[in-house]
């Protein structure tokens, strides 16, 4: 099957490389040329427009920062949309909105191709070693065309339903991220005030009920003081709001999601848009006047799994 990407950034460049990494023929796209040049150099051919690249492939990926950008790629005057023909399959692998994934999906079918949404969880340092975990909704058939693809980017692969599912479990999950993240910055600073050594409190949580994936990677980096996990606080508040969308359509009367975004809507108006986003834990740091840091932890985040063929992760019925 032949690839298209389009999206080089953080996640996608390394997305990207997993499938060139294990020998797909793929054709890459991004606004700047110097993203691909790494995916170039190992093989990739280069698309001079979206249409032009989905020419060019059987199954289209795009991997963007936000819905809006992922709209005028796919319908701009040289976008996907007037690339794909019938049987094509168009991945869409950022976080996004369950409405616009369907508003384009419904353009996709038309054409004859086959939508998908395939949101990936687990963080820059997995999708660099193809271990990340991919959500995908979309039709059973077309899940299991793409199957072979999803596998070689990712470890985990969960089908989710129909279109639009699958956004819509990813912000779930990205919500409980980042209220893990907020109450991780108001424990670590609270065992600092209370006199506790930080390299044992992080030993405690992680060996207790509090434990987490997010404290078991972005308190250590927290610790060493870089707070560098390739996400920034921008991109927290769109999730965040993606959530909150989420709840409002379906009338749930959320209370801790509109303190979240209070919260980081704060800390990107003290310190940036582009800040990482454990640079939360600066809001309580000023106010207390310490510093949470740490020896022995490192600045960024690392996969120590190697690198496995991925599987269709299916949940067992009682």
Known sequence: ???????????????????????????????????????????????????????????????LPSPAICSQVMEGA???????????????MSTTDEAEMKRLGAKVAALGAAPMDCPVSGGCHRAATGNIAIFAGGERDVFERALPVLTTMGRRILHTGPLGSASVLKVVTNYLATANLASLAEALVTSKMAGMDLGTAYEAIRISSGNSFVHETESQVI??????????????????????????????????SPLLLK???????????????????????????????????????TDDEPEEPGYEVRREQA
């Open 1 to 63: 099957m032949k690839i298209g990407f389009i999206g080089l950034g953080n996640v996608g460049g390394k997305l990207a490389g997993s499938l060139l990494r294990n020998g797909l023929e793929l054709t890459v796209h991004d606004i700047s040329e110097d993203a691909a040049r790494p995916l170039l150099d190992g093989g990739a051919r280069w698309a001079a427009s979206p249409a032009e690249m989905a020419r060019a492939s059987d199954m289209v990926i795009t991997c």
């Open 78 to 92: 040289d976008g996907v949309l007037a690339g794909l023909s019938d049987g094509m399959i168009w991945a869409e």
């Open 223 to 256: 610790l060493n003081g870089s707070r560098d996990i390739n996400f920034t606080m921008d991109l927290v508040k769109k999730d965040l709001s993606l959530f909150q969308a989420v709840a409002d359509r379906a009338e749930v009367p959320l209370e801790l």
């Open 263 to 301: 919260i980081f809507q704060d800390a990107e108006d003290r310190y940036g848009a582009r800040a990482w986003s454990p640079n939360v834990i600066k809001r309580l740091e000023e106010a207390c006047g310490v510093d949470i840091l740490a020896a022995g932890f490192p600045a960024e985040m």
